[in-house]
């Protein structure tokens, strides 16, 4: 199957610091990536839709300012969390969508980034 | 609003029992329903997926859902676990987009 790669699996910063998530799409191109969140015991909230070559859809209620996205690759989308507070600690979660001519365009996720903001 | 709910948030079983599942969701229209696993330390895997025809879908590792639209519901269902289901489960809906709803999930313990 499709395997979809992120880094770092986690990590624990400051109050005020940005935060780079990279993920990568390890065997396939992926024209769209999709950025999720988790909090705990809860669901996978969609955050955005990475797009390459253009700019990311954002969902409802997420700043775009404060989650920049850039999918410059066909293989690599990253999620950059700015200035972070520790409301932003999370679990990001991300998956590429492949493509097939006559079935379901099938999402595969990473392993997801546990970050945390101290 | 819509939404997908999955009622069953933790699921404690022995081996051999029987495992049902319960996914409702609240859209209108034609829907994609799809169930998706986490395993302990790992990434999320589909389980199955339902776009149209036979109601009954069967997936992986023993796993089958059916659908029943006048119900709303998506449930999942396996007649003997295994102490490797293990896992967190997940339900999820598309309509017409890739985008993915998900329910809250439900955790489910599988002793020996």
């Known amino acids: 199957g499709a395997v979809v790669s992120q880094h770092p699996s986690w990590v624990i910063c400051k109050s005020g610091t940005s935060v780079k998530i990279e993920c990568r799409s390890l065997?396939?191109?992926?024209?769209?990536m999709f950025w999720y969140r988790q909090f705990p015991k809860q669901s996978l909230m969609l955050m955005a839709t990475?797009?390459?070559?253009?700019?990311?859809?954002?969902e409802q209620g997420v700043e775009k300012d404060k989650f920049l996205i850039n999918h410059a690759s066909l293989t690599l989308s990253t999620l950059t969390v700015t200035s972070a507070h520790p409301e932003d600690s999370s679990f990001y979660i991300c998956s590429a969508r492949i493509i097939r001519q006559s079935s379901y365009n099938e999402q595969f996720f990473g392993p997801g980034t546990r970050l945390t903001v101290l | 609003a819509q939404s997908v709910s999955q009622h069953n948030h933790h699921v404690i079983l022995s081996e051999a029992a029987s495992l049902e599942l319960g996914c409702n969701y609240s859209?209108?229209?034609?829907?994609?329903l799809f169930w998706y696993v986490q395993y302990p330390g790992q990434h999320l895997q589909l389980l199955l997926k339902?776009?149209?025809?036979?109601?009954l879908v069967k997936g992986i590792k023993g796993f089958e859902a059916e659908f029943i639209k006048s119900k709303f519901s998506f449930n999942l269902r396996k007649p003997s676990v295994q102490w490797s289901d293990t896992a967190e489960y997940f339900c999820?809906?598309?309509?017409?987009?890739?985008?993915?709803?998900f329910g809250t999930g439900t955790r489910l313990q599988v002793f020996p």
């Open positions: 990475s797009n390459e070559g253009s700019k990311a859809t954002y």
């Open positions: 859209y209108g229209g034609t829907v994609n």
């Open positions: 999820a809906v598309n309509q017409d987009t890739d985008k993915l709803i």
């Open positions: 065997d396939f191109q992926a024209t769209t």
């Open positions: 339902y776009f149209s025809g036979d109601p």
